[in-house]
């Protein structure tokens, strides 16, 4: 066990699968506690430090507490065979707190990989390759020049302080979504925003094209793994908004380490480590983070946040459980790092592959998909879109195999208004609704082949 | 509530729905502006449609509805009492209420379920938890205090509910649990990590393999527009909380359903349909139902959870039952909870949940 068990407070020690109980070590750690009032629960040797989950929560010395993180990405990284040594990662980079420590976590990891790499002999285990990815959402958000001017600079300097091996770094504006249709980014992400009446659908639908866009800068440079910083207050919170706008469903997609829904996968290694430890641990190491980005959030999103933050405050262990609570729901089959099939991949990498706590989850049905927001959709959501279509206009079909959570927030309602809307969107993310790589569109059509008038149109 | 009952403006906005008498409120479900007739109309009607389409109630049964003489409750004989006699549904309809037995509380309130009893011609039936358990409410709380005295309550109500269900003979138990108590507890079970309460707590019939099933018309029905319908109808009611029931965790949630519903009122019914459709699987094992030893009642457990609460009241040693210590009796608690309501220690409303 990494993180010392249930020694940690507000920590996601327990696993998602087993729904193990606080074990005696918890009279333990507190007897321990009790009898050396001002030692480190774990090295018993040095003075605790605040972490800033409470105030009398002073558990850890410095030392212990860095490592008790550490040990938690760790442990998430290894038992989901997030990374493999012929990996590619490319880590997406906000400039807070979460994501600047799963860029150190990753980097530290690199390091040793790179140490081992050095003092072996046979050499057979490469070192897997890092890269950070900023997305630059300047064109949407109201900053003045010079501090986005400042904030990348800042980018920089941190990826380029950070030890070799080197990382490359792709400061990319949100309107390169757009790239691939070759028009003016700038005013035609304004126009799809603008489209979009309600405030929490816009927010959704930007953070949809962030996911789409940093897919799309690691599958031009072939990265292997995209990984992100969302940690256990982030996805608490997702758990509670995703409920409140009736995406219970698809819930429990997006809350696992692994998600390989996408062309590349995604992981979340900081899964289990709260945004106080991570914000604690950025002042302690003195890692840099910047602010200005941190855009805040309005809405239902809004709304949300400050109903965890003060769930959170009366009790420092609410944002464990929630998310502990949405761990139980059954997960996708994609939720797991595919296999590595392929004989060219060294053995010695595909041994590493360890997969201790991933059991088969669930059948390996062929889900379809919604084409804005890419989360699986329940049959029952498919049947009923299908009695909306009346017309086989590339929009209204495009309409019905969205979630009713998108229909709702994100769509525009008026026919026209909607055409509009869908022939704004970004390339990749029709591409997706048309061909679909699980071959969901095909199987949508599938099932609405009865409603349509013409079969002459849209044969791919 | 008074600002969105009341048209604001004497403009002639017309009723989107008839088109012909004037808007005279603004529909909290979906913010349409329409006359009271048809505000009665489509409040009753999707009523119909819920109990139609899950199959709620069958003709002959008899039915009785858990009256508090609060809100829900009496907008439910009410409505229930109007469309079995629209719809032909053919139910015996009868009132059940619960004694508590506190002063200044239940006893102002059983008052009004009398009235309803001759306003409505249901017949009522109450049982009083000093004829079952031989305690009032007002004699336990003198006994434990404050704390966890919600646990005696609700464990004892659901017994007592079941018990004049089976005085009066009925097939089944309505209680008017509506779409906001269904979205708060499914967001209370989330936060307190019930997996298994999170599984059944958006069921609209409960206990299917107990004696007597409960149902819960009101389930897709908005607390704002039951107020609304009772402020309209000029219903009899009564609206107090209970005086032994603080209710500071469940009034986060409540508070937080309400700023919800202020931005998108929608947000009440996408809660209970992600409650519906979490991926649970099924293959969590449920606690194996059998009787109490001492009294009958279904229980897990050698003993029903009401027994060993009252027998821990007769010896004195109130604490007896509570809590998880031994584990043994936690998965009785599971069972208390089916009627909607969540008895647990921190967490509980007895004032405005009908039972």
């Known amino acids: 066990m990494a993180c010392s068990s249930s ?83 490319l880590v997406a980079f906000s400039g807070g707190p979460s994501s600047r420590v799963v860029l150190q976590f990753v980097h530290e990891m690199q390091y040793r990989a790179q140490r081992n790499y050095d003092a072996s002999k046979d050499k057979s285990l490469p070192v897997f390759g890092v890269g950070v990815a900023f ?133 979340l290694p900081l899964r289990d480590c709260s945004a106080q430890e991570l914000n604690t641990l950025c002042g302690l190491d003195g890692l840099k983070i910047l602010e200005l980005l941190n855009g805040p959030r309005s809405g239902i999103n809004g ?21 502990r609570t949405a761990g139980k729901l059954t997960p996708f089959h994609f939720n797991r790092i595919p296999e590595i ?17 991933l059991k088969p989850n669930g059948s390996l049905s062929s889900e379809s998909f919604c084409p804005i927001c890419n989360s699986p959709l329940d049959k029952s959501n498919l049947s009923s879109s299908l009695s909306s279509l009346g017309s086989h206009q590339n929009s209204d079909i495009l309409a019905a195999a969205c979630c009713s959570s998108c229909q709702f927030q994100i769509l525009p309602k008026e026919p026209s208004l909607l055409e509009q809307f869908v022939s704004l969107l970004p390339q990749p993310l029709i591409t997706k609704a048309n061909h679909g790589d699980q071959g969901d569109f095909s199987l949508l059509r599938e099932q609405i082949q009865d409603f349509l008038l013409s079969d002459g149109e849209d044969e791919n | 509530m008074e600002a969105d009952t009341k048209p604001k403006k004497y403009g002639p906005r017309l009723c989107c729905i008839c088109n012909q008498r004037r808007a005279a409120l603004k529909r909290p479900k979906t913010l349409e502006q329409i006359c009271k007739e048809c505000f009665y109309e489509v409040f009753e009607e999707e009523i119909h449609q819920v109990i139609m389409e899950n199959q709620l109630f069958k003709p002959g049964e ?86 966890n005295n919600c646990t005696f309550c609700g464990v004892f109500r659901r017994q007592a509910l079941d018990r004049g269900a089976a005085l009066l003979k009925v097939d089944k138990v309505a209680t008017g649990h509506n779409a906001d108590d269904i979205a708060e507890t499914v967001l209370l079970n989330i936060l ?10 958006t069921s609209i019939t409960t206990g299917e393999d107990g004696p007597i099933p409960r149902c819960k018309p009101f389930k897709y029905t908005y607390e704002k527009e039951i107020v609304m319908y009772a402020y309209f109808k000029k219903l009899d009611y009564f609206s107090t909380e209970c005086i032994y029931s603080p209710n500071a965790y469940r009034g986060f949630a ?41 009294c009958g009642y279904i229980s897990s457990q050698k003993w029903c959870k009401a027994c060993v609460l009252l027998e821990g009241l007769n010896r004195g040693l109130p604490k007896l039952g509570i809590g998880r210590s031994r584990g043994l009796n936690s998965d009785v608690k599971k069972d208390i909870k089916q009627g909607g309501g969540t008895e647990s220690i921190e967490s509980k409303q007895c004032g405005s949940l009908d039972f």
């Open chain 1, 135 to 267: 997305v630059d959402e300047s064109s949407i958000h109201s900053f003045s020049s010079q501090e986005i001017e400042k904030a990348i600079e800042d980018i920089r300097s941190i990826v380029s302080n950070l030890a070799p091996p080197s990382k490359e770094l792709y400061v990319v504006p949100i309107e390169n979504i757009f790239s691939s249709d070759g028009f003016d980014g700038k005013e035609r992400l304004k126009k799809l925003l603008d489209a979009v009446s309600d405030d929490t659908g816009k927010e959704d639908l930007l953070i949809h094209l962030q996911l789409l866009l940093l897919q799309k800068v690691a599958s031009e440079n072939g990265y292997t793994r995209v990984v992100l910083g969302s940690c256990t207050s982030r996805i608490a919170c997702h758990v509670i908004s995703a409920t409140v706008k009736g995406q219970g469903y698809s819930l429990s997609a997006d809350i696992q380490y692994v998600d390989s829904r996408w062309e590349i996968p995604v992981v």
């Open chain 2, 192 to 201: 307190r990590g019930d997996i298994a309460r999170l599984s059944r707590c």
């Open chain 2, 62 to 147: 008899r039915i009785a509805i858990g009256a508090s003489g609060g809100k829900d409750s009496t907008v439910l004989a009410y409505v229930l009492s109007e469309l079995n006699r629209r719809h032909n549904y053919g139910l015996d309809l009868f009132l059940l209420s619960v004694d508590e037995g506190i002063t200044g509380y239940r006893d102002d309130s059983l008052e009004t379920v009398k009235r309803n009893e001759l306003q409505y011609g249901l017949p009522l039936k109450i049982v009083s938890y000093k004829d079952l358990y031989g305690w009032t409410m007002d004699e336990i709380v003198k006994m434990i205090g404050l704390k």
């Open chain 2, 254 to 294: 409540r508070e937080f359903i309400k700023d919800l519903e202020r931005i998108r009122p929608r947000a009440i019914l996408d809660i209970i349909k992600s409650g519906e459709n979490f991926r649970i699987s099924t293959s969590t094992k449920m606690p194996e139902q059998g009787t109490c030893e001492r």
């Open chain 1, 7 to 89: 020694t940690c407070n507000s920590s996601g020690c327990y696993k998602g699968y087993n729904e193990e109980e606080r074990k005696p070590t918890t009279r333990a750690a507190v007897n321990g506690r009790n009898s050396h009032q001002n030692l480190c629960v774990k090295c018993k040797s040095n003075e605790p430090i605040c972490c800033g989950i409470d105030r009398d929560d002073a558990k850890f010395c410095r030392d212990c507490f860095k490592t008790n993180i550490y040990g938690k990405f760790k442990q998430a990284v290894t038992y989901n065979a997030m990374i493999t040594p012929s990996d590619k990662v």
């Open chain 1, 341 to 357: 099939h392929d004989s060219n991949v060294p053995l010695a990498t595909r041994r590493r592959q360890k997969r201790h706590s």
């Open chain 1, 303 to 323: 709304l949300v946040s400050s109903f965890v933050k003060v769930l959170q405050e009366e009790n420092p262990s609410r944002e464990c459980t929630i998310v």
